[in-house]
């Protein structure tokens, strides 16, 4: 049998658990027998590197990311970058590094290791431009979440594949709402729970939910809004502070980074999704496909990343932007949607499972290796 092949996966920390829990789904689930794989890092703080520590995957704590200006010292900086690259004995290297950093590739290049990108989002123009065309010139292959992703940014190169992001749909199953967080939030068996499950950036949208929010609470008293995601930042208490002023602002709740996010979902009956149409917009929203998974009723902005999830369920996209939409189409959803809950389950068991993502990964590495 074929010794399996050793792929080294990159990312600079595990702060947060978005880019570092996809990461952990597929290194996890690997084929062992094909594929062993490694991870490195800058350091080992961040709430989510206990999991990678328990998932027993080998860590390096190396920085792959360098400064490359002056010129010559970053060409210095990439050499010994590289040497480390060739003492892990590497076959392959995949990048989970969002920036348009290029030390890291130009070191697997001198090292003579294959090296692949991930691209998460719609956007690397301005100072970052040039840096991500370098990274693109010389990555092995790339990998691209969504169709637009693609036909926007990759349309004529060959080494490109298609490979959406992919949820654990036995982790994101329906189950009793949880009565824990109905006690501490005081939710009546009478009251609808709208959920958004975003980090609180300009491009989410959160003002356009907040006042769509306000303005379906003119009719009805019996709604509530739950916010959960990363909220220490200007843009977070700007939309902290809106909500104060605003005359349903006792049954709106920014909760903050949550571990447990399947309660959430478990209370929610219609999930919400108000992306902009502007700067780095979507690549593949995992949040919006657990919400389906757990056949929440979701309503999300006609954008590029969303669209093609919800291709089977076009009445559920509204105009990005627009609040008299969004409040539409929440509505349509709270008083008219409990039939359609088992086909959004249903799509993303059969489109954007963990298992998708996984095969579509181990499959990538074969045709590189």
Request: glycine fraction near 6%; hydrophobic fraction near 35%.
């Amino acid at each position: 049998m074929p010794e399996s092949r050793k792929i080294l996966y990159t990312i600079p920390n595990f702060d947060t658990a978005g880019s570092g829990k996809a990461l952990i789904n597929i290194a996890n689930r690997l084929d062992r027998s094909r594929f062993e794989p490694h991870i490195c890092c800058s350091h080992d703080r961040g709430i989510f590197f206990k999991e990678v520590i328990a998932s027993g995957i080998p860590v390096h704590l190396y920085q792959t990311t360098l400064d490359m200006i002056p010129r010559m010292k970053g060409l210095l900086s990439g050499n010994k970058l590289a040497l480390f690259f060739r003492s892990l004995k590497m076959d392959l290297i995949h990048s989970f590094h969002y920036g348009p950093d290029y030390s890291e590739p130009l070191a697997a290049r001198l090292a003579g290791i294959p090296w692949v990108y991930t691209k998460k989002n719609m956007s690397w123009g301005g100072k970052s431009k040039n840096g991500w065309k370098l990274r693109t010139f010389l990555a092995s292959h790339i990998l691209a979440q969504n169709k637009d992703m693609i036909n926007n940014f990759f349309p004529d190169k060959k080494n490109v594949s298609l490979v959406p992001r992919g949820v654990d749909t036995d982790e994101f199953s329906p189950k009793p709402k949880d009565r824990k967080l109905l006690e501490k939030y005081q939710i009546r068996k009478d009251e609808k729970v709208i959920l958004a499950v975003a980090n609180l950036v300009p491009v989410k949208g959160i003002e356009i939910l907040l006042d769509a929010f306000e303005a379906l609470s003119e009719k009805h008293n019996s709604i509530r809004l739950f916010i959960v995601g990363d909220k220490e930042n200007d843009y977070g208490r700007q939309m902290e502070a809106k909500t104060i002023q605003s005359p349903c602002s006792s049954r709106i709740c920014f909760t903050g980074k949550v571990q447990n996010i399947s309660d959430y979902y478990s209370i929610a009956d219609v999930f919400v999704l108000p992306t902009l149409d502007e700067g780095r917009r979507e690549g593949c929203p995992v949040s919006l496909l657990e919400a389906m998974s757990f056949e929440i009723p979701s309503v999300a902005s006609n954008v590029a990343g969303i669209k093609e999830i919800l291709y089977d369920f076009k009445d559920m996209l509204f105009h990005p932007g627009d609040k008299n939409d969004l409040k539409n189409k929440i509505l349509f959803e709270l008083n008219n949607r409990s039939q359609v809950k088992r086909k959004l389950r249903e799509h993303v068991m059969r489109n954007f499972s963990i298992g998708n993502e996984v095969k579509a990964h181990e499959n990538t590495y074969e045709r590189i290796l």
